[in-house]
C-alpha cells in the first residue's frame, strides 16, 4: 500500500511558478512510476507529466512542454511538479499517481495509487 500527499498548491497570477510536491509512504517508491494529472471543473482529468521510476523519462503534456518540470527525490520519497510561466488554463486540481508498469504512463488506467490532489489557481 502506498499513499501519496500533494502539496504545494496556491493561487498564483499568470505568469508566476509553483512547486508541486508528492510525497510517498512505504519503503518501495523508488520502484515506482509517477504521474502528475489534473482536473478542472467540468473537464476530464487530463496528463500532466511523468517520471518513471529511474528518472530517466519524463514525457509531458504538449500543452506543459517547455513549462513544466517533473522531478523525484527517492530519497525523500518525493516528487515534484516545477511549474512556471502559469496560464489562467492551468487552473485545476493537481493529483500525483504511483503505477507499477511503464506501460501508458500518460493515461490513467494503469495508475495504482491516487494523492487527494492539491489545488492550483491561476489569475489573469
Known amino acids: 500500500q502506498v499513499q501519496l500527499v500533494e502539496s504545494g498548491g496556491g493561487l498564483v497570477q499568470a505568469g508566476g511558478s509553483l512547486r508541486l510536491s508528492c510525497t510517498a509512504s512505504?519503503?518501495?517508491?523508488?520502484?515506482?512510476?509517477m504521474g502528475w494529472f489534473r482536473q478542472a471543473p467540468g473537464k476530464e482529468r487530463e496528463f500532466v507529466a511523468a517520471i518513471t521510476w529511474s528518472g530517466v523519462s519524463t514525457p509531458y503534456a504538449d500543452s506543459v512542454k517547455g513549462r513544466f518540470t517533473a522531478s523525484r527525490d527517492n530519497a525523500k520519497n518525493t516528487v515534484y511538479l516545477q511549474m512556471n510561466s502559469l496560464k489562467p488554463e492551468d487552473t485545476a486540481v493537481y493529483y500525483c499517481?504511483?503505477?507499477?508498469?511503464?506501460?501508458?504512463?500518460?493515461?490513467?488506467?494503469?495508475?495504482?495509487?491516487w494523492g487527494q490532489g492539491t489545488q492550483v489557481t491561476v489569475s489573469s
Open positions: 499517481a504511483a503505477s507499477r508498469t511503464v506501460a501508458a504512463i500518460t493515461t490513467t488506467l494503469y495508475y495504482d495509487y
Open positions: 512505504g519503503r518501495t517508491f523508488s520502484s515506482y512510476n
